[in-house]
């Protein structure tokens, strides 16, 4: 009977509720069962009556959430989550994990955007939206900056046409709101960067960009306090608006491509959550049954499991056999028999019989949540390299400031009249072109190339990080089941006994299998297709569990199964044990035959290797790496593979955790590891290591949980993802080479070191000229990727 036949909603003349009685009662009313409020029976409040009894409401909502689920709250059940108010979703630093504070913001400490401490959050990306906001300002105050200081060098009179005076007016007004406003997080995580002396890229955008906007506010409004050595004819000095806008936009776009990338990463976490069903069916001791939420279910419930359905939580068998596919655990195709007495794991799914199960584990108890909650770790404990322009910048901001101050002094103490014009000008020109546009360009650009190459080959690249770490990596722990193998069982073999073909056999066991949904059947069926052997309808047919199946076909009765089934049977498999041995160690599962109970022959199905696999194994050794295969499979089957393809180190029987912990265990070795799989069991290594490559042919939440994705589900991916990766690391440090080269050059002679030869500083022409040129460098040396060679030779 389903629950809500029992429910009747009551108007609110509660004069004609006569059970007030049966309900708690406080002083001046009753107790509300879904949040604990006192509630008036005699105010227009929401009222409901199960089971014969009226309960009132403090609300509407309350009223909805009983009607829901009305057992869980009359049971009690919702006292303690009552008492225990949800906490907020607590947000830390990726980084710094000992940052944690209760809602989204920068890290105190370097100024990155905390994450959801529990890898997702239902809350906007409140950084990524106003990131992005204050991109479009700078991008539409950049564009016409750049049209009004690079059109005269190309041979548009632009300035001529409104004047140099209105001229800087207008770059001042453009830039003003993007140094003082849309900057402020940039300034901000500067200021953080000095005051814990971790110098970085925001150290140097911070002086560059400052530097550039007060250098050139002070020669707009009073340019006659600079030597005239630099003024113009019209006594105008030369500013750098345009080059601090353009800075903040570049460093702008780096910026919000990396909090959407940062942001994909929680769908790996939504797409495990989703494998759980989002309501369980329970049992009620009345022998009610209905869809109740699953956070109301606790531990010791019964749930009904129906054929397809997701198991809801973690418990055991109470009524009726099935088979369950487990490989969200396992990753083996294989389902698992399961009866009475045996345990079954939430996420997994119910292929064929209905269940009756007791909760064992619920919420963050059970296997599913543990995963989950190993996901989100992983990913926060996978602390960004730090850049190599940060590494960079650590030497190179100290030393600008060095010589920045000695120019002054220098120029304050033996520098011609005006000596202190003099000082300020070379100093903050030094400070002015250590900040180069070029700097900006210098990742993105090479990582934006090496992407659209990746995908040419057929490799996905998440972010930067992974093309990274993927230089660096010693070790290749790969999953069995779908990144080694097909991922799917295929007819191998056939053998007979006595004067039966194979077509015979094949036929009796396809007619058979052809009323089963199990994934050997399947293969059996569509092998028996595949050689034109036709399957015949059957009769009488029974899935005997962890056994086999029989019926009748062609009025023969037909057995197909393991040696158990055989003996219970009364079939004697004496003389085909031998061959059964031999097809089980070499990794395929060999199943008897018997027609009228005499023993007919052998079929035998396997998961097949990848045509792509051995090939691919060996261009990785070549490449210097070591391969561990980790499975959730047997021993035996996974010993078979594994020596077929060379594989260095094989560890079988492994569940979600345990190669999780298999990549830990190499971390704190010192390898740097790479995690292949395309399982739901595969997430938390993927998310672990420091480079998951998924196969785009597997599971969704494998694919959110890497960093790399291969489209075409085969090794030969990784050895292309691995050339790529040391390409693009290459051309990244190159691409720094030029952006620092030509201001590194520029610094001593912004900061006077010419003037004795030529007694003039640093002209504005030539800074702009470097900026430039060290541009056009780094983009034309990032194009260089789009010709790299990829495939394995």
């Not at 601090?244 to 790996?268: C, K, P, S």
């Not at 199990?518 to 569990?545: C, D, K, N, Q, Y």
Request: charged content about 20%; overall charge negative; glycine content about 8%.
């Amino acid at each position: 009977m389903d629950h809500h036949t029992a429910v009747k909603k009551h108007d609110n003349d509660h004069t004609a509720c006569g059970h007030a009685h049966d309900l708690p009662t406080v002083s001046g009313g009753v107790v509300d069962p879904v949040c604990g409020m006192t509630v008036d029976v005699n105010s227009d409040k929401p009222s409901l009556s199960y089971k014969g009894r009226d309960y009132n409401f403090c609300s509407s909502k309350c009223h909805d959430r009983f009607e829901e689920d009305p057992y869980f709250f009359v049971s009690g059940n919702n006292r303690q989550m009552r008492e225990t108010a949800a906490a907020d979703t607590k947000y830390t630093c990726p980084m710094h994990p000992e940052i944690v504070q209760d809602g989204p913001g920068s890290c105190p400490i370097c100024g990155m955007a905390l994450e959801p401490l529990d890898g997702v959050s239902d809350e906007p990306n409140h950084e990524l939206i106003d990131f992005t906001r204050r991109l479009w300002v700078s991008v539409f105050a950049a564009v016409p900056l750049l049209i009004l200081t690079m059109a005269p060098m190309v041979g548009l009179p632009v300035r001529d046409l409104i004047g140099e005076r209105t001229a800087l007016w207008i770059e001042f007004v453009l830039a003003t709101p993007v140094i003082l406003w849309a900057a402020a997080p940039f300034f901000q995580r500067g200021v953080s960067s000095i005051r814990t002396w971790n110098l970085n890229m925001w150290t140097l955008i911070m002086i560059g960009v400052g530097a550039a906007y007060l250098y050139s506010t002070i020669a707009t409004f009073v340019p006659g306090i600079f030597p005239a050595g630099i003024r113009s004819e019209g006594g105008h000095v030369p500013v750098y608006f345009e080059a601090a806008v353009v800075i903040v936009a570049l460093v702008f776009v780096g910026q919000v491509l990396e909090l959407r990338a940062r942001e994909r990463t929680g769908d790996a976490i939504k797409a495990l959550l989703d494998l759980a069903p989002k309501t369980a069916r329970r049992v009620t001791p009345d022998g009610d049954e209905y869809d109740a939420p699953l956070e109301n279910i606790i531990e010791g419930d019964r749930l009904r499991v129906r054929p397809g359905e997701s198991v809801p939580v973690d418990a055991v068998v109470i009524e009726g056999s099935t088979s369950v596919d487990e490989s969200m655990l396992t990753g083996e195709p294989v389902p698992v028999e399961k009866s009475a007495g045996d345990p079954v794991t939430g996420g997994t799914i119910n292929r064929n019989g209905s269940l009756i199960i007791e909760a064992k584990k619920v919420g963050d108890e059970t296997v599913l949540s543990q995963i989950v909650a190993m996901v989100a770790s992983a990913q926060r404990s996978r602390a960004p390299i730090q850049g190599l322009a940060d590494k960079v910048a650590s030497y190179f901001v100290p030393t600008v400031v060095v010589i920045a101050v000695v120019a002054f002094v220098v120029w304050l103490l033996f520098g011609p009249s005006p000596a202190f014009a003099y000082a300020i000008v070379s100093a903050v020109s030094v400070l002015i072109i250590a900040c180069p546009c070029a700097l900006g360009l210098a990742t993105p650009m090479s990582i934006m190339t090496a992407t659209g190459r990746g995908a040419q080959a057929g490799v996905l690249i998440k972010d930067a990080e992974a093309l990274e770490r993927m230089a660096k990596v010693d070790v290749l722990v790969v999953d069995k089941t779908g990144t080694l193998t097909e991922g799917r069982p295929v007819l191998t073999d056939v053998l007979t006994v006595g004067e039966l073909t194979e077509s015979q056999v094949l036929g009796a066991a396809a007619s058979l299998e052809k009323s089963s949904e199990h994934p050997l059947a399947e293969a059996i069926v569509e092998g028996a297709a595949s050689r034109g052997v036709a399957a015949v309808e059957t009769s009488a047919f029974e899935a005997v569990t962890g056994k086999g199946v029989r019926g009748m076909a062609n009025g023969k009765s037909i057995s197909l199964g393991n040696s158990a089934m055989m003996a219970a049977e009364g079939v004697d498999t004496n003389s085909l044990n031998q061959q059964a041995n031999v097809l089980n160690e070499d990794g395929k599962t060999a199943m008897f035959i018997a027609i009228d109970g005499m023993l007919s022959g052998i079929v035998a199905v396997s998961d097949p290797i990848k045509a792509t696999t051995a090939d691919a194994i060996e261009a990785l050794h070549r490449a210097g790496l070591t391969i561990i295969m980790a499975t959730g499979d047997n021993e035996r089957t996974a010993r078979a593979v594994a020596e077929k393809l060379g594989i260095d180190d094989v560890k079988a029987g492994v569940l979600p955790e345990d190669k999780k912990l298999l990549v830990d265990a190499l971390h704190a070795e010192g390898h740097k590891v790479a995690m292949a799989g395309d399982g739901v069991n595969d997430a938390p290594a993927l998310a672990a290591a420091e480079v998951g490559i998924a196969m785009g042919t597997g599971a969704d939440v494998a694919v959110e949980s890497a960093g790399i994705t291969l489209l075409k589900g085969d090794l030969t991916g990784i050895v292309r993802a691995r050339r790529l990766a040391l390409a693009t690391l290459r051309n990244i440090r190159q691409n720094l080479f030029f952006a620092f080269a030509y201001n590194s050059a520029g610094v001593p002679i912004a900061a006077g070191i010419l003037f004795p030869i030529t007694g003039m500083l640093l002209s504005p022409m030539i800074a702009a000229a470097a900026m430039s040129l060290s541009s056009v460098s780094v983009i034309g040396n990032a194009l260089r990727l789009r010709g790299v060679g990829l495939d394995p030779r």
